[in-house]
Every structure is written in structure tokens, then in C-alpha cells.
């Protein structure tokens, strides 16, 4: 579903790539988590697999399409149709209610209003946003924020997630709740589930985790092969020794 190839990224004031070199393959249907302290690239990893930047170089492909050799117009489209996005902060437009948030990328995309209307509904009902269609994100709870920008990331039906710290915000039951949502989405839907956190319980939520540290993977990690959780904790030693 998605593969990266020799993949670096530099910015003007930074002393060290983002991100350095890094390879990377993801199937259909997995949920990675990429974890790491603040400032390791990992953020800036996931916004070039979304196409939200541009690497200086290497590859990205995502569901057989190639991004890092598009226009700037045609990588808006495919981020559209085939990517959703969750973020720490929500990005809910203030000015829009539950509903036109959800509704907002079909909208956008000219969907029919039959269609639209009939994917918010079911959103609604699958989010647990029943009674909120007409609330304002100001009028919202952390949690059921987060929960109508899953909604809205759910609405084109993408086939892959893209989170950035989705539960960075919130307490641990609004977390575990999120993360729950996520769980469910990987089990029922398949849908390929890529997650940035620092956070080790949240970490431990994926069947693989990519441990990241100065632009690079130092370790790739799958639930089958090894005690995640002693290796989770033992990368968190090192890097706080």
C-alpha cells in the first residue's frame, strides 16, 4: 500500500535532515505507529507519505501511485480521495458545524448532496455524534472534537490513515477511546492505519512500530516477533540515558 525509498528531507535552518535516508514498506491493512521523541522527524515523515511536503529526494508511492513527482494540484487530489487525516489539534473549521466539517472533503470534491448527506448520517451514527450534527467545535469536548475530524478523515472512504498524534490532546479515557475507534477502523475495515506518537501505551495499540531518532528507523518492530512492550521501554531508556 505504501512504499518509501531513500527518502530524505532537509530544511533551511535545520542542523540534520528531518528525515534521513529512510525506507520503508507498509501492506495493506496494517497499523504502524511511528514512534519518537519531539523533533525526530517523524511528523515530517508522515506529511511526505500524505503528500502535505515534498522530500528533497527519494520516493513515495501510495496505493500505486507515485507522489513525489507530482503537481502540487494532482497530489491535493490524491490526498483527497485516497488519504485520511487526523491531527493533534483537530483542524476542524470553526465557522462549520458537525455536520459541514464531516460533509467539508466531499463538498469539496463535488460529490452529489444525496451522497453527501447519506455518508454524514452514517458518520454520525458510527462516531457516536448523535445529537452534536448541529454543534460548533467551540461547543464540543476535546474528545467528540477528535472524534468529528475521524469522521471527516473517514468521509471519502480513504484508503489510508494518516494520524499525527491523535490522542495528544486528550485525558486517557478520551485517548483510549480514540484509540479504540482506530483499533476497530484496522479490524473491520482493513484500512492501512500509519500513526506519529511519543506516548508508549498508544505506541503499543499497532501491530508494528518503527522507532525513529534523528531522521532515521532504528528499529522496525512487529507484535509477533518480539515482547513490543520490553522493546518499547528499552528504546525509552536509551534515549532518556
Known amino acids: 500500500m505504501i512504499t518509501v525509498e531513500g527518502l530524505s528531507k532537509r530544511y533551511p535552518l535545520g542542523e540534520r535532515p528531518a528525515v534521513d535516508k529512510v525506507d520503508i514498506h507498509v501492506r495493506q491493512g496494517e497499523f504502524v505507529a511511528v ?3 519531539s523533533g525526530s522527524g517523524k511528523s515530517t515523515l508522515l506529511n511526505l507519505i500524505g503528500g502535505l511536503d515534498v522530500p528533497d529526494h527519494g520516493k513515495i508511492s501510495v496505493d500505486g501511485l507515485s507522489l513525489h513527482n507530482l503537481s502540487e494540484k ?8 485516497k488519504i485520511g487525516y487526523i491531527f493533534q489539534n483537530y483542524q476542524l473549521l470553526s465557522e462549520l458545524n458537525v455536520k459541514e466539517n464531516i460533509a467539508f472533503p466531499m463538498a469539496m470534491d463535488r460529490c452529489p448532496r444525496e451522497e453527501i448527506q447519506m455518508r454524514v448520517q452514517q458518520l454520525i451514527h458510527a462516531l457516536d455524534l448523535k ?17 468529528v475530524a475521524i469522521a471527516r478523515a473517514l468521509a471519502m472512504q480513504p484508503r489510508v490513515i494518516l494520524a499525527d498524534e491523535p490522542t495528544g490532546n486528550l485525558d486517557r479515557r478520551r485517548s483510549y477511546e480514540v484509540l479504540e475507534i482506530l483499533s476497530r477502523l484496522h479490524r473491520e475495515e482493513r484500512l492501512t492505519i500509519i500513526m506519529v506518537t511519543h506516548d508508549l501505551s498508544v505506541a503499543g495499540c499497532a501491530e508494528r512500530v518503527l522507532l525513529f531518532k534523528d531522521g532515521r ?11 513490543l512492550q520490553r522493546a518499547l521501554e528499552d528504546f525509552l531508556a536509551e534515549l532518556q540515558a
Do not use: C
Not at 494532482?74 to 480521495?81: E, V
Not at 445529537?131 to 467528540?144: D, H, I, T, Y
Not at 522496525?220 to 515482547?227: A, F, H, K, L
Open 217 to 227: 528507523i532504528e528499529s522496525d518492530i512487529r507484535q509477533t516477533e518480539v515482547n
Open 131 to 147: 445529537g452534536k450534527e448541529n454543534s460548533f467545535p467551540a461547543e464540543l469536548s476535546g474528545g467528540q472534537q477528535q472524534r
Open 35 to 37: 514512534m519518537g521523541p
Open 74 to 81: 494532482r497530489r491535493t487530489l490524491i490526498r483527497r480521495r
